[in-house]
């Protein structure tokens, strides 16, 4: 398992900055190209630009909490999280190999549950 994790290519965890225009305001966004990757499949899948994704997320948090604290680690947490809600995603190097999000209406702290599997059939959670 480790080595999924150990054998990940440099590039992936190497920060970059970008300069997104939010409301007329440029602010810089220091992410890992990992996570710039994936804001670009999602801005993808949305039929959008990941500055018009960033744009987006950013009115969507302000709107519900008020404010932004922290924008960059509001984009790391919802890369992460889009990932372990992507249903049957592949892990790297694994023929077969799924990654899920179990059910968490049952979860006591309301936590997701993510599950590793080696086949597609599904696992008894009781």
């Not at 804001?39 to 018009?52: F, P, R, S, V």
Request: aromatic fraction near 6%; proline fraction near 2%.
């Amino acid at each position: 398992m480790c080595q999924i994790f150990v054998n990940a290519d440099p590039i992936l965890y190497e920060a970059r900055s970008r300069s997104v225009r939010i409301h007329g305001m440029v602010t810089s966004i220091r992410l890992e190209n990992l996570f710039w990757n994936v804001l670009a499949d999602i801005a993808a899948e949305q039929g959008t630009t990941t500055n018009k994704l960033i744009l987006s997320l950013y009115d969507e948090v302000l709107e519900a909490h008020g404010a932004v604290q922290n924008l960059a680690s509001f984009l790391r947490v919802s890369c992460v999280r889009y990932l372990t809600m992507k249903p049957q995603m592949l892990l790297p190097g694994q023929s077969g190999g799924l990654l899920e999000v179990a059910d968490t209406s049952s979860a006591a702290d309301g936590a997701s549950v993510v599950s590793l599997r080696r086949d597609g059939r599904q696992q008894d959670r009781a």
